[in-house]
């Protein structure tokens, strides 16, 4: 992995507004994600390939290295 990859984003949820900073896995898709506010499920929007590029401030590791996700 890249020296360059972040790893910290923070996951924002779109029912409530929620903020939390998650470690993204650098080895896998986070296809879903319960708030641990609402209990929101989150799901990734249907152009991304999981939950941190939808609702993080960092896309996930395989896009940040311009890579196919998943």
């Not at 360059?4 to 986070?30: F, H, R, V």
């Not at 152009?47 to 998943?70: A, H, L, N, R, T």
Request: hydrophobic letters at 25%.
């Amino acid at each position: 992995m890249a020296e360059n990859i972040t790893l910290e984003s923070i996951i924002t949820c779109p029912e409530c507004g929620y903020e939390k900073e998650e470690t993204m896995p650098s080895d896998a898709c986070q296809f879903f994600y319960k708030c641990g506010n609402c209990d929101e499920v989150l799901k990734p929007k249907d152009d991304d390939c999981c939950v941190f590029c939808s609702y993080g401030s960092v896309p996930c590791p395989p896009i940040q290295e311009q890579k196919k996700c998943c």
